[in-house]
């Protein structure tokens, strides 16, 4: 069976981000994947130190014992799909995220990354109403330096407005493509 990572990166448990991961959720639910998702804000994430302990014969694990994360490692390397969901903050994705990913450090191996050749997918939430002022862009072009450099295939890169709680849903556009991506997730798998 496909193993499905979803990462959110919102804090808010009734919010935007959070309702269109459930939407995405349940149809992998339904069409038999195995997913999972992670909320960032509930686990405990340092920073990383750019210690480069990592680099030491390269463990798959980081030299940061004291937090979530060596737990949360293998996880991310046996899902076969990996799905970045986060809101817009400050133009770009949220810090929780970044804070996530900066730890993938840790995942290298000689000559490459354990995650290289996975595939993943997007979804981005912000509250402009203007796309090129929400800074969605900026977080698209991160994510996509990210895909490219783990050699990943991208599903699908979804984002639009949504700023208050409960405004997703009425954003029946976006929640239209959310469900579009989770159907895509699921034939690729
Ligand atoms: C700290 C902070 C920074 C934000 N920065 C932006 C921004 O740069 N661009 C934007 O369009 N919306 C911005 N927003 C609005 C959020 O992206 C929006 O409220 C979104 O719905 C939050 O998603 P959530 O409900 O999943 O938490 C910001 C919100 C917060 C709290």
């Given at each position: 069976?496909?193993?499905?990572?979803?990462?959110?990166?919102?804090?808010?448990?009734?919010?935007?981000?959070?309702?269109?991961?459930?939407?995405?959720?349940?149809?992998?639910?339904?069409?038999?994947?195995?997913?999972?998702?992670?909320?960032?804000?509930?686990?405990?994430i340092k920073h990383c130190r750019g210690c480069f302990w990592c680099y030491e014969?390269f463990?798959?694990r980081c030299v940061q014992?004291?937090d979530?994360m060596?737990?949360?490692?293998?996880?991310?390397?046996?899902?076969?799909?990996?799905?970045?969901?986060?809101?817009?903050?400050?133009?770009?994705?949220?810090?929780?995220?970044k804070l996530f990913i900066d730890r993938l450090v840790a995942l290298h191996?000689?000559?490459?990354?354990?995650?290289?050749?996975?595939?993943?997918?997007?979804?981005?939430?912000?509250?402009?109403?203007?796309?090129?002022?929400?800074?969605?862009?900026?977080?698209?072009?991160?994510?996509?330096?990210?895909?490219?450099?783990?050699?990943?295939?991208?599903?699908?890169?979804?984002?639009?407005?949504?700023?208050?709680?409960?405004?997703?849903?009425?954003?029946?556009?976006?929640?239209?493509?959310?469900?579009?991506?989770?159907?895509?997730?699921?034939?690729?798998?």
């Amino acid at each position: 069976m496909s193993k499905i990572l979803i990462l959110n990166g919102s804090a808010r448990r009734k919010g935007n981000t959070r309702y269109l991961i459930n939407q995405m959720n349940d149809i992998l639910e339904k069409k038999g994947m195995e997913s999972r998702i992670l909320h960032l804000h509930e686990l405990n994430i340092k920073h990383c130190r750019g210690c480069f302990w990592c680099y030491e014969g390269f463990p798959l694990r980081c030299v940061q014992d004291d937090d979530d994360m060596n737990e949360i490692y293998p996880k991310i390397i046996e899902a076969d799909t990996i799905i970045f969901a986060s809101p817009i903050y400050w133009f770009n994705y949220s810090g929780q995220l970044k804070l996530f990913i900066d730890r993938l450090v840790a995942l290298h191996v000689k000559g490459g990354h354990k995650l290289d050749g996975k595939r993943f997918a997007v979804l981005f939430v912000y509250g402009d109403t203007n796309v090129k002022e929400s800074g969605v862009q900026h977080a698209i072009n991160s994510i996509k330096h990210l895909i490219r450099y783990m050699k990943g295939e991208t599903l699908g890169i979804v984002h639009g407005t949504a700023n208050d709680i409960g405004d997703a849903e009425k954003n029946t556009r976006l929640v239209a493509e959310v469900r579009e991506l989770a159907n895509k997730i699921c034939n690729a798998s």
